[in-house]
């Protein structure tokens, strides 16, 4: 099995690695270049070899053998004319400083002088017509140059390297940085997600422990949180469901002794006391469990679904009527969304004469809108409303209806389990408006 590269396992020692990665990486690649830029000596054009060798032949040569020699140069070299010149050579000057001169007397030796006669230079910066070369022995050498030899060192492909070289630094590092980045922050991602989807009305699998030591760390507390927290719900429900089951008893056997109640008032009293004992239980066993959470996700139609609960209450002798289109679509849960609706109708009309149930669709999302004509609610009540067991304000609770405060609190969690949400608002002139947000995307798993 072929071992695999561990990284450090902080975060501080992969982030050191990278930078320092990145650095050596960089001065490696800025040295090579540096290397391959910096200034070497040269020896003039290639061309002038030939030349060369022929001149030190020449001055290896006794002056009898030297024209023999040249002729024989002449036949090898047509393209260079080299012709013995009487007297010696003049002293050096400045001028003879050119690039063709460097080359020839670098490859010469510092035994040989070159210069370039008056008049060889055509054109300020061209090439000499001619060199002259004074050989150890003091007798001058003139040596015709074929026409087109370069004038200095031929270009060499140095600017394309170093834009090759900077591309490829840019390459490496920004590689480097983005396979360190994700190494480090795809994990705290994935962690953060998790944390933001934590319900207890959903039991996803365990985030995986991956990435540095201390990701690790956070995503095993998380997940032992997770199952902390979903142990002690389940513990809650399992004994508010054993208290329901134990209240059923004694409320039956009450209403079988309120059966032998003769007073009529008194009698009526007892059974409304333990139908809001019985429904008390259920809407809490309701609101804590949401027995209807493993219904999957379909479509729903919510206009039918509105209109059908308006024409229920309707026939209940209330004033509801549904507004909005004949068909709008959701995918979501139609018991759940049903029983919200019908808790916050169950609310207007319990305060409201007339009530009426809005639906409208806009770009990302789909609004319920429930609106009653009763006395509202102040504003500065209305998000504590949302919270269980809450009772309205002091205008609310002047009707005779009775409510347990579990109403608003069961519709708020069925809307945010379908990643919606639950607002109160003024219902102009006069009312309270609770309006439900559904988005037209898809729902969870389980509501």
């Known amino acids: 099995m072929t071992p695999r590269l561990r990284l450090p396992s902080r975060i501080a020692s992969q982030i050191a690695m990278m930078v320092i990665g990145?650095?050596?990486?960089?001065?490696?690649?800025?040295?090579?270049?540096l290397f391959l830029l910096a200034p070497r000596p040269h020896r003039g054009p290639p061309e002038l070899a030939p030349v060369a060798a022929v001149i030190r032949l020449t001055a290896a040569a006794s002056a009898g053998l030297r024209p023999q020699i040249l002729d024989a140069a002449h036949i090898a070299e047509p393209g260079f004319r080299f012709t013995l010149m009487p007297g010696h050579a003049p002293e050096a000057t400045e001028k003879e400083a050119h690039p063709v001169v460097n080359g020839l007397g670098e490859r010469l030796g510092p035994a040989f002088r070159v210069w370039v006669p008056a008049g060889a230079v055509r054109a300020p910066?061209?090439?000499p017509d001619a060199l002259m070369v004074a050989l150890p022995d003091g007798?001058?050498?003139q040596v015709g140059l074929a026409n087109g030899l370069p004038g200095g060192p031929r270009p060499t492909p140095l600017p394309l390297f170093v834009v090759g070289t900077l591309g490829l630094v840019a390459v490496n590092i920004g590689v480097l940085t983005i396979w360190a980045s994700r190494?480090?922050?795809a994990p705290l991602a994935r962690f953060a997600k998790v944390a933001e989807e934590f319900s207890v009305d959903r039991d996803p699998a365990p985030l995986r422990e991956e990435g540095p030591a201390e990701i690790r760390a956070a995503v095993r507390a998380l997940n032992?949180?997770?199952?902390?927290?979903?142990?002690?719900?389940?513990d809650r429900t399992q004994m508010l469901a054993a208290v329901s089951h134990d209240l059923r008893t004694p409320i039956t056997r009450m209403r079988l002794r309120a059966e032998f109640i003769e007073e009529p008032g008194l009698k009526a009293q007892f059974t409304r006391d333990?139908?809001?004992?019985?429904?008390?239980?259920?809407?809490?066993l309701f609101f804590l469990r949401d027995g209807d959470q493993k219904e999957p996700a379909a479509p729903v139609d919510l206009s039918s679904l509105l209109q059908t609960i308006a024409d229920t209450f309707g026939d209940m002798g209330r004033d509801v009527r549904y507004e909005g289109p004949r068909q709008?679509?959701?995918?979501?849960?139609?018991?759940?969304?049903?029983?919200?609706?019908?808790?916050l109708v169950e609310n207007a009309v319990r305060y409201g004469r007339t009530v009426a149930i809005r639906l409208r669709q806009e770009e990302a999302a789909l609004?319920?809108?429930v609106a009653d004509d009763g006395p509202g609610i102040a504003p500065a009540d209305r998000l504590l409303l949302l919270k269980p067991f809450t009772r309205g304000d002091a205008a609310r609770r002047q009707s005779d209806a009775e409510g347990f405060g579990l109403g608003l609190s069961i519709a708020q969690s069925i809307a945010a389990a379908h990643g919606g949400e639950l607002s109160l608002h003024d219902n102009p002139p006069q009312g309270l408006l609770a309006r439900m947000t559904l988005p037209k995307g898809p729902a969870p798993e389980r509501a």
């Open 22 to 33: 990145a650095v050596v990486l960089l001065q490696m690649l800025m040295a090579g270049a």
């Open 125 to 127: 910066g061209g090439v």
């Open 139 to 141: 007798q001058v050498l």
């Open 183 to 185: 190494g480090v922050t």
């Open 224 to 234: 032992r949180m997770r199952d902390r927290i979903h142990s002690m719900f389940a």
């Open 274 to 284: 333990l139908e809001q004992m019985d429904a008390m239980v259920q809407g809490a």
């Open 328 to 343: 709008a679509v959701a995918l979501g849960h139609a018991r759940q969304l049903e029983r919200a609706v019908v808790n």
């Open 367 to 369: 609004v319920i809108d």
